[in-house]
T-cell receptor
């Protein structure tokens, strides 16, 4: 049973517009949510995170929104740039205090069109 | 600062062969872990270590062994490779796993088992 779901395998957005990547989760005990970005043949790199006690976190062009009642989070990228083309993974930290790792979604491939 | 270094980057094995994937980090992180990524799947935790001499199983530990004799190194051993272990393997370390869950990933090791 997937606890972290990214239902859009791919997303195409025009350069300069807003990219919105979505993520749903089922475990209400997750306490931290993270977004990772991955280029081909590279490891995932940390992008932004949000604590379960907050509903928004912003870092430059990247904003993550958390709706706990809906068990939904989204990553907004504004404005989208060609270098944003990558696979984005949503991840959640469980109740083991962090040592038992992160639960990842399957990823969304974001393609920024010129 | 090299971060997390994985070797080899590519490896082809025959069924039944054994091998070790190496992982080293130079950030003095106590926490290290191994994930595998399969097509259409998110990253899944294989094993993790919260410090030298301490290891534990993750979500998919079968067929893999680990040890942690130093803070810097966390090798992953396949004792008898199977085609189901064909995957991309990522090593990750963290200093903030108990705070935000943030992980630093290596570039990955692509393993093919024939």
């Amino acid at each position: 049973d997937q606890q972290v779901k990214q239902n859009s395998p791919s997303l195409s957005v025009q350069e300069g517009r807003i990219s919105i990547l979505n993520c749903d989760y089922t475990n209400s005990m997750f306490d931290y949510f993270l977004w990772y970005k991955k280029y081909p043949a590279e490891g995932p790199t940390f992008l932004i995170s949000i604590s379960s006690i907050k509903d928004k976190n912003e870092d430059g062009r990247f904003t993550v929104f958390l709706n706990k009642s809906a068990k939904h989070l989204s990553l907004h990228i504004v404005p989208s740039q060609p270098g944003d083309s990558a696979v984005y993974f949503c991840a959640a930290r469980g109740t083991g205090g962090g040592a038992d790792g992160l639960t990842f979604g399957k990823g969304t491939h974001l393609i920024i069109q010129p | 600062n090299a971060g997390v270094t994985q070797t080899p980057k590519f490896q082809v094995l025959k069924t039944g062969q054994s091998m070790t994937l190496q992982c080293a980090q130079d950030m003095n992180h106590e926490y290290m872990s191994w994930y595998r990524q399969d097509p259409g799947m998110g990253l899944r935790l294989i094993h993790y270590s919260v410090g030298a001499g301490i290891t534990d199983q993750g979500e998919v530990p079968n067929g893999y062994n680990v040890s942690r004799s130093t803070t810097e190194d966390f090798p992953l051993r396949l004792l008898s490779a199977a085609p189901s272990q064909t995957s991309v393997y990522f090593c990750a370390s963290s200093i903030a796993v108990y705070i935000t869950g943030e992980l630093f990933f290596g570039e990955g090791s692509r393993l093919t088992v024939l």
